[in-house]
Structures are given as structure tokens and as C-alpha cells.
């Protein structure tokens, strides 16, 4: 896991820990665990050490399921062309939704 700078915690504002994750997916604290693991999920050492999720990852259903679903033009999904560097056009895309 990373560890974030407070300029950028402050930006994300709300944050999560592993359990309020946990929760609020209704899934056991170990399954929130591998989904870190296996990278479809995002979490951060903020500057005073917890490990946690920026909270708008979860309340925004809508832009999750679209970063997470295939897109023949990129192609694959909006996270695979993020992840392998090819985030410009899906920033624009992003944008463009209103995300």
C-alpha cells in the first residue's frame, strides 16, 4: 500500500477503514482484504498511518460499476486502460458522465 501525502489526504476528504468498508458492502473484513489484493480495490496509508478507502469509491455506485465494466473501445475496462497508463481518455470519458 501506499502511503499519501496530507495535501493529497485532505483532497480526498472522507475516508473509510477496512471494516466500515466491511460493512457497508456486507462482506466479512477478510473478502475486503483480498479485494485489495487482488486490485479491485484501492486503499492508502494516510499520514497518521491507518490503512483506509476514499469513502466516495463506495457512494458512488454508478462511476464504480463504470470503472469496472468492459469497454470495447478502450478496450477492456475504464481500470485496466487506468491502470496500464491510458488514463487520459478515460478521464475525458469520466468527465463527460459527470463523475
Not at 475486503?32 to 476514499?54: C, H, N, S, W, Y
Amino acid at each position: 500500500m501506499a502511503q499519501i501525502d496530507p495535501t493529497t489526504d485532505a483532497l480526498v476528504g472522507n475516508w473509510l477503514s477496512l471494516p466500515d468498508v466491511a460493512g457497508l458492502l456486507g462482506i466479512p473484513a477478510g473478502r475486503v482484504k483480498q479485494l485489495l489484493r487482488d486490485r479491485k480495490l484501492l486503499a492508502v496509508i494516510r499520514p497518521e498511518g491507518t490503512l483506509a478507502v476514499p469513502a466516495a469509491f463506495l457512494d458512488e455506485l454508478e462511476a464504480l460499476r463504470w470503472l469496472f465494466t468492459a469497454d470495447d473501445s478502450l478496450p477492456g475496462t475504464p481500470i485496466d486502460a487506468i491502470v496500464k497508463h491510458r488514463g487520459t481518455e478515460v478521464n475525458r470519458r469520466a468527465q463527460a458522465l459527470a463523475f
